[in-house]
């Protein structure tokens, strides 16, 4: 249910996956120190949780009770942080600065990172194991999260859309459906993931899952466009880091194939398209409705 | 059972496995084919897949089936060559070979590398879920393999005995204790997971479990006081990669620490210790048996 205004909702459910997430993971004085202080500071630096919000407003649209899917929704914060860790190492993308602090690497070392990263990933599926053998859900359907959460994440998801996203840089005559396709498997697999985990764990039948299916598939596409324009257009003391990165590194985005104004036009109608899916939705999918218009309207 | 002889029981066994894992993973041409091409060589290097073959010795040592258990042993062998990748990486350990090939990232460049163990992580993972969805292990049961993997891998597991390790290194007055808390985190943790894992899934009562819990505990650490032994002792053409590697690089062992020939007697110690945890179990122990003493004599 929509939470006095969407604001508050976001804050909300922030807050709700921060103090869990702060509550399950080893304290920052828990030995080894250094990885747990490391692992705390990407994780804790004012990230938006969208993928999370986004998994607890999809099960809220088929029923589902908030605190239920929650230890499942924080999980997939852990997994997001780990990729970028990894991806801002000096071998990937070579970042100095995410939202606005030093990157992993930059303040604890690349070792430290590396390993940051390694550890959150595996933190992500030993999250969801342990709270799952703990709660009230059929072990079968965490079983099937974890597959689900796997499936985004690994060769031919996530890391393969980062593999492909770094082998295609500063590269001649990149089509726009190879880069659809770097979107798709770098930023889209994982926000669909966190969608489809909302359904499952909400209780959606093989119709409704579907559709919220097509409705995560668009809504990624359109986050990894709003994320493209903000690199151009953006505000660096909003955003927290260098605009204009993508083109001095000769990474493709999409505005820069279709320009700026097909961009935006794009962006829109797949956000058009991610609420179509939703038409036969009550009143309780108006969370996960208004993250589709947050997505493409946001400032960072 | 132990099957003709304790060296064809091994044979099997690899041979299984590496059916199983050569069949789960995506083909070297699937796409993107370069983490799949990095996969593979890693994971089929010619490892001795001694962790899944502890799992299955230690689920047939409690009357469980091989077959049953066998994609969860599998995916332990996963989980350890994303451990191998990364240890290797020029910000890590800085290995040119492993098993007498270049690594990874010698091979595929250092972004490869470290995608293709975080693929090979992930996949650790997803492949326990899809098998445990797919098979007729209580699905409760393999959330707790998830579980036990997961913490024996994470920031307070393996990925912490790295950290402990690479910060250790060069450091003066490192005591006894010290490095045998890095052994233990670094490799003890995972074969302890790896022959309880088996004993979960093989169907031990709490009895049983504490035994081979114990066994697992005194097999690790036998299993690295022999690798350090190894690196002194060994022969480079059958260890596939330079000795004296640890004491150039600083590294602190157990050989270092307190010379070879009390090394040697701790670690026949050790495996008469690991042998006395299963001197209640009957003849189907007998491979679990075998291996704690082929840890110690291998020869690579």
Redesign the interface.
């Known amino acids: 249910m929509l939470n006095g205004n969407f604001k508050s909702y976001m804050g909300d459910c922030r807050l709700e996956i921060d103090r869990l997430l702060e509550s399950y993971l ?1 304290g920052p004085t ?3 120190a ?3 202080e490391a ?1 705390r500071y990407s994780l804790f630096a004012g990230g938006k949780r969208i993928r999370p919000i986004l998994c607890l407003a999809s099960a809220e649209a088929v029923g589902g009770r908030r605190e239920a899917v929650l230890p499942f929704a924080a999980a997939i914060e852990l997994l997001h942080t ?1 990729s970028l860790v ?1 991806d801002d ?1 000096p ?2 993308d070579n970042d100095t600065y995410r939202r606005g602090k030093l990157t992993n690497h930059k303040m604890f ?4 990172a ?2 940051a ?3 959150l ?3 992500a ?2 999250m ?3 709270k ?2 703990a709660g009230a859900i ?3 359907k ?3 999260v ?2 689900e959460l ?2 985004a ?4 998801g996530m ?2 859309g ?3 996203d ?2 295609s840089q500063g590269k001649e005559g990149l089509f726009l459906e190879k880069l659809m396709d770097i979107h798709t498997h770098k930023t889209g697999v994982l926000i669909r993931a966190a969608v489809r985990i909302g359904g499952i764990l909400g209780g959606a039948g093989p119709k409704k899952l579907s559709l919220l299916t097509a409705f995560g598939e668009k809504a990624g596409l359109a986050f990894q466009i709003a994320d493209d324009i903000l690199d151009v257009e953006g505000k660096e003391e909003t955003l927290g880091k260098s605009v204009g990165q993508d083109r001095k590194r000769g990474k493709w985005t999409y505005p820069g194939l279709v320009g700026l104004s097909r961009a935006k036009k794009e962006a829109a109608v797949l956000t058009e398209e991610a609420l179509d899916a939703l038409k036969s939705f009550g009143p309780e999918a108006e969370p996960l409705r208004q993250i589709a218009h947050y997505i493409t309207h946001r400032e960072k």
């Open positions: 080893p828990c030995e080894p250094l990885i747990h692992i780990y990894h190492l071998a990937m070392g690349e070792s430290t590396i390993l990263g390694d550890a990933l595996t933190a599926f030993t969801i194991a342990e799952g053998l059929a072990p079968k965490i079983l099937k974890i597959l796997g499936s994440s690994g060769s031919t890391v393969g980062q593999l492909n770094i082998e």
